[in-house]
């Protein structure tokens, strides 16, 4: 299998110049073009890494998943989907008009910014760093590595440039659908896109859903079943923003993108696997990181469809 990943990642390097990297936050604008990385996590604890796959990177959008997990597990999945719906949007992932036009201003999904803005906002913790260190503790516990932290440089250019996601969560607290410190939740949410991890640290977290919140390397439970359920929906019809319906076809297993370049997938009951190629199509999703699971799901059979 090894090699069938070494041929799928070379058949696929040339799409890393078929997009560019994501400028609108100056920090991922430095990041290579032409970087291109692959890892598999088998829930039998067989795994394959190929290309870039040591790069860090920030996990970006990634990071929805999970902080959607710890708020469901924090406060309950009826209270969590009546801040939040769990329909898709044809409209961008920082799009404000879908707020605005609907009559109850709650965002349509937690995949999008400001439905994910909005479960940030339902973690537990006495605290803002609380908060993090939950979530870090949890990012941490399901990938398998205790290093993972933030990128200090990326929060602060996402701070300095977050004015969009500024205006969609103070919408939102105008019409009571955000409730608490608004400059407190966008800080937190800043933090939490600014994790830096690996494709590996992504297949590992990906291997945990696959595996219906076991831990494939010890066994241990730390998610439950119903939450890995949610999470894996909403990433089949919500995880690559407007482009989902297609990736669904193209590709067929649960994922979530992220603009730092990285897509997660869980193939459910089989394996993990994490991504990373910042040159992003015109929907901000990794160009190379779609063909390479479009060619790796059509070659291995792995749509659930």
Known sequence: MQNFYENLLNNNKLYTKYGK?????????????????????????????VGDYEEKFTIQSISKILSLMLALEDNGVEN?????????????????????????????NPMINAGAIVTSSLIKGNNPDEKLDRLLNFTRKLSDNDSINICEKTY?????????????????????????????ILDFYFKQ???????KDMAKIASVLANDGVLPWTGEKVISR?????TKTLMTTCGLYDASGDFAIKVGF???????????????????????????DEKGNSAAGISMLSEMSEKLKLSIF
């Open 193 to 199: 896109c600014s994790m830096l991890v690996t494709c």
């Open 156 to 184: 602060k250019s996402e701070k300095d440039t977050g004015d969009r996601n500024r205006a969609l969560a103070y919408f939102m607290k105008s019409f009571d659908s955000l409730q608490g410190n608004v400059e407190e």
């Open 21 to 49: 990297v994501a400028t609108y936050i100056p920090e991922l604008a430095k990041k290579n073009p032409e970087s291109i990385g692959l890892y598999i996590y088998n829930i039998d604890g067989t795994e394959y890494g």
């Open 80 to 108: 969590v989907f009546s801040f939040v719906g769990a329909e898709p949007t044809g409209d961008s992932f920082n799009s404000i008009v879908n707020l605005e036009e609907k009559e109850i201003h709650k965002p349509y």
């Open 226 to 230: 119903n939450i890995c359920r949610i």
């Open 254 to 280: 649960p994922s979530k993108s992220g603009v730092g370049g990285g897509i997660l997938s869980s193939v459910p009951h089989k394996m993990g696997i994490g991504t990373f190629a910042p040159a992003l």
